[in-house]
């Protein structure tokens, strides 16, 4: 195996490992030694992929964005051609979610990193580019559905795409178990429902 | 002063000390040491009011909601009498965003009791029996708003009171610095006026 990949892979490993980490006992819990535990390697190993927890807590949230949108890519391939935006959106939607072990995992190390992020200035700036990119992408989708008719032309892009964020608000009603993984899907729906013309 | 009054003012002191100690720090630093020097008070004064570390965590939260509603009141009695629900949510809706430094104080404090809430069982009783309570009291109001006649009868009220609660998932837009206070009100307002059939 080429070296290259190895260090990939190894990172991916220690990045699983401060995920059920955060998701089992917390981010405050999330340093290298409980992470290397977690591992099943050494504190030296870690050390020798990350230099300090932060760029360790950075790579692992990098990692959990980036397999959010692995998700979102295989949902969206299973859609129609072209996939409808509100299908494209429900997709996005259910996998920001912790709906499954997967989504719950990068939930919980994406909310956890948003309360690292409001006391590190270097996280904060990191935490606030990740979200205003997930935002422009879905304020894309929002215009580009304005523009093609599939959203009316009264609504305005910037707040509807504020507002589809938002849902990710049902967040917390789910991880308490206040409303049923379907409930928070049947809210989803009706807010699409309203915000489309047509269906998907 | 009377002796009941004394204990639960300085049950306050410690409670808001641990607010800051959660808003500038996080709560991986709220231990009863950091929060005692944060509070200006010796280690052994607040194991005088709280027993654990979990007691004073759970008082903090339950204060933080207090204050919330005690806001929420304040605000709802400069409404009309009897208030129109749509003024009466949306007072509530923006004293739960971290829109001035109170509201996100206890913002915080609540999003990190959350977190806590997932690997805690205790903690996680409380939070979501607070929650669902919180829950309850919208699906009321907006229940009784559908009765009114100000919310039409075809939408499901436990729907809505989600969709609601869910406009809290603004929060990581607005502590991140990604929208403007300005911007997630003017979510707010375009959700509320699509709810209701009549204007507050």
């Not at 917390?26 to 020798?48: F, K, L, P, T």
């Not at 589809?164 to 409303?179: F, H, M």
Request: proline content about 4%.
């Amino acid at each position: 195996m080429p070296k290259q990949v190895d260090h990939r892979e190894r990172r991916e490993t220690i990045a699983r490992a401060l995920w059920r980490v955060v998701e089992q006992r917390g981010i405050a819990h999330a340093s290298v030694r409980e992470v290397a535990q977690e591992a099943g390697i050494s504190h030296g190993a870690v050390q020798h992929y990350f230099a300090t927890r932060e760029e360790m807590l950075v790579f692992a949230m990098d990692f959990a964005s980036e397999q959010t949108s692995r998700r979102v890519t295989e949902g969206v391939r299973e859609l129609g051609d072209p996939p409808h935006p509100r299908d494209v959106l429900r997709v996005m939607l259910a996998e920001m979610l912790p709906l499954h072990p997967d989504a719950r995992a990068t939930s919980r190390m994406s909310a956890a990193y948003v309360l690292e992020a409001l006391h590190d200035a270097n996280i904060h700036t990191r935490a606030r580019d990740g979200l205003a990119q997930g935002r422009d992408l879905v304020e894309r989708i929002v215009r580009q559905a304005i523009t093609d008719g599939h959203i009316g032309s009264d609504r305005d892009p910037a707040t509807e795409t504020n507002l589809l964020l938002a849902l990710t608000g049902l967040t917390p009603l789910i991880e308490l178990n206040v409303i049923e993984p379907h409930e928070a899907l049947t809210a989803v729906d009706q807010h699409l429902d309203r915000l489309f013309t047509d269906k998907g």
